[in-house]
């Protein structure tokens, strides 16, 4: 089949199969991480409603909006789209409602690396971007070859990648995340892995007897004096060998083409704690 061949069948990430008869031209976007994919293989120019968080690329903060994490579902009607894509986790209590009213619904749910490249090639599919999504998912792939193929050397520094410093607990990423999986393939161990899935709280006891030898987080660095003035925190092997880092989290938590650059700057910081 050409890739321009409408109409087509695509499947989503529940196993429910979409017709789509034309290429769409008015699609609805319900979260930063699918308005940031959707311009990145060019359908940007397809996109009619974001949410209020939709703010990369700069283009997409132009863009009607249709809610926040509360999807205004009488405003996505209004939009009258032709394809919607939700996330099968961050939009779920809206998923019933979309159904109800027929609307043409796409729902994702990346939990791992290589998700993020079933995302990009699904919204390629769906929207008549193949050829433009293709590059882009590959590069998920080649990078767990690359990791697999060249293994890191040395002893695996113990990572935790955490959402905030107050109030506690702090919010920690556990299994079934692609920062997990981003974590191992630059030879890393997530020491929050054991305790649960997706993003979950650990109190400060809890973070010692952990003590990973880093630290990523998302708080601004002006932010984190309370993770050194902490009693407990204070103590972790990472604030005291300054192995704190702060990081913009669009590099880590969307399921977007940016996560190679964070994979990028996450062996950086792993490389320099082998070092010592």
């Known amino acids: 089949m050409p890739p321009t061949a409408f109409p087509r069948r695509v499947t989503d990430f529940r196993g429910k199969v979409l017709t789509l008869k034309s290429a769409p031209q008015r699609i609805v976007s319900l979260t930063p991480g699918t308005t940031e994919v959707l311009f990145a293989i060019g359908a940007g120019k397809q996109v009619v409603g974001v949410t209020r968080y939709c703010d990369y690329p700069p283009e997409a903060k132009r863009l009607p909006k249709i809610g ?5 579902v009488e405003a996505v009607v209004a939009s009258r789209p032709d394809l919607v894509v939700a996330d099968g986790v961050l939009n779920r209590r809206f998923l019933p409602a ?13 939990k791992t690396w290589l998700d993020v490249a079933r995302l990009i090639r699904l919204l390629g599919e769906a929207t008549g971007h193949e050829k433009q999504a293709e590059p882009l998912a590959q590069r998920f792939h080649q990078a767990q070859r690359e990791a697999r193929s060249h293994p890191a050397a040395g002893q695996k520094p113990g990572v935790l990648f955490a959402l905030n410093v107050e109030p506690l607990p702090m919010w920690v990423a556990g299994r ?6 981003m974590i191992r393939l630059v030879g890393g ?5 054991d305790g649960g899935v997706n993003y979950y709280p650990l109190s400060a006891e809890a973070l010692l007897a952990r003590n990973p030898d880093v630290i990523i987080i998302t708080v601004p660095e002006d932010r984190l004096s309370p993770l050194y003035e902490h009693p407990v925190l204070k103590r972790l092997k990472a604030v005291q060998n300054k192995r704190v880092y702060s990081v913009d989290s669009n590099l880590f938590v969307r399921p977007t083409p940016r996560l190679i650059k964070g994979l990028e700057l996450l062996r950086e910081i792993i490389v320099k704690a082998q070092r010592g």
């Open 68 to 72: 926040d994490v509360r999807v205004n």
């Open 98 to 110: 979309l159904e109800r009213l027929k609307l043409p619904l796409l729902v994702v749910a990346p």
């Open 176 to 181: 079934e995340l692609f920062v997990d999986d």
């Open 189 to 193: 161990r997530n020491v929050a892995a």
